[in-house]
Every structure is written in C-alpha cells, then in structure tokens.
C-alpha cells in the first residue's frame, strides 16, 4: 500500500533551518505531483510548496517563497523541504502529500512531523 514516511521535524530558532524528507512508497514516485503541506493549531491546513511529476515544476505559497525550498529525488522515491530562515509563525505539523494521476486522481497524506521555530 501506499506510504509516505515524513522525518526531519524539530525545534529550531529562529532564522534557523531544518529540512523535512518524505520517503514514499507503494506507488511510482516519479508519476506523482508532491506537496508540503502545513497545519498550525487551530487553523487550516495549507499547501505549502508543490512540486510537479513532469519536469519538476515548483510552487510555493507567498508566506515561503524566497525562505523554502522543495525538491525531489526519483531515484530514491522521496521529496524534501529545505526551510531556511525559520519564523515563529512557521511552527506548525509538516504533512507530505501526494497526489497521483490514476482514474480517478488519488491523494495520500503522511502522518505529520512537528516543526517548532521559538527562542
């Protein structure tokens, strides 16, 4: 079945940096468009950066661009997010996500991994 393992979450200060890895199995990695997604308590979850399965297209939310960064690595079947220049108001669970192009698209989400930016 289909996995998504998250790992890299902890506690930084800010203006630190972390970066979160999400090891996928049970499908073919390389036809799925992957995402970071993020929820702060009592708030919604959001997308926070997506990267696409054909040629790697990236998007970021505003709040991140410029301070995150997503890539991916076929070969090895996972997705990282670099995040650099850490703010409070980044703390939140991490959730990788993936969403693959079968009849019909299906999505899978990971189980979370804490991330806590504070002095």
């Known amino acids: 079945q289909v996995q998504l393992v998250e790992s890299g979450g902890g506690l930084v200060q800010p203006g630190g940096s972390l970066r979160l890895s999400c090891a996928a199995s049970?499908?073919?990695?390389?036809?799925?468009?992957m995402r970071w997604y993020r929820q702060a308590p009592g708030k919604e979850r959001d997308v926070v950066a997506r990267?696409?399965?054909?040629?790697?297209?990236?998007e970021y939310a505003g709040s991140v661009k410029g301070r995150f960064t997503i890539s991916r690595d076929n070969a090895k079947n996972t997705v990282y997010l670099q995040m650099n220049s850490l703010k409070t108001e980044d703390t939140a669970i991490y959730y990788c996500?993936?969403?693959?192009?079968?009849?019909?698209?299906?999505?899978?989400w990971g189980q979370g991994t804490q991330v806590t930016v504070s002095s």
């Open positions: 049970g499908f073919t990695f390389s036809n799925g468009d």
């Open positions: 996500n993936a969403l693959i192009w079968t009849l019909p698209p299906t999505e899978y």
């Open positions: 990267i696409s399965s054909i040629n790697g297209i990236t």
